[in-house]
């Protein structure tokens, strides 16, 4: 069976106080708003509705956890760029996207969702450049790559992989696009690394790395 299939809604966070124990491997899924998060988690899933899919930006306003049946989760964040919230709202979410992001002990690794047509944004290289100091691993989902021709979609991927470059093994970057469920299996198979290597550093076959503060 599939590494994501079957994964079930466990539990929404609005505080970080009220997320579960991190006894288990976290995945996060961040991305700009309205650049196709929830759908490609609702496409990896294998489930239509897992993941709440809006043309409203910013819909996803807390932190959804979804359990995968090895007991890994994949956790769905609020998106953030252009969504129109009041004032105090947005100053929440990045409140609770950075304490989650920067502290949370079970979180392996980041899957960074950008609009193909519209790849590393400011707001994304923001990110990239808050989160991969942390060390942790990240995946570029290039979605609704389905909007683009082979030959233009081909030439993105290209461009944000040696912009992308200096970066090294810490960041990698593929295609994807829900509509057509095309780099399911890719996405996967980056996934199911990263949880190999946690296990592998639970079980003391790996040294550990050292604790980086994102401060």
Known sequence: MSLFRAARFEISIARPQDLPAPDRAEIAFAGRSNAGKSSAINTLVGHTRLAFVSKTPGRTQLINIFRMNNGAALVDL???????VPESVRKQWVALLEEYLSRRESLIGLILIMDSRHPLT????????????????????????????????????????????????????????????????????????WLEHEQAMRDGLVSMPDDLDVD
């Open 78 to 84: 609020p998106g953030y760029g252009y969504a129109k």
């Open 122 to 193: 400011p707001l994304d290289q923001q990110m990239l450049n808050w989160f991969a100091p942390t060390g942790r691993p990240i995946h570029v989902l290039l979605t609704k790559s389905d909007k683009l021709t082979r030959g233009p979609a081909i030439q993105t991927l290209a461009k944000v992989r040696k912009e992308l470059k200096a970066w090294g093994d810490q960041i990698t970057v593929q295609l994807f696009s829900s509509l057509k469920k095309q780099g399911m299996d890719e996405a996967e198979k980056v996934v199911a690394g």
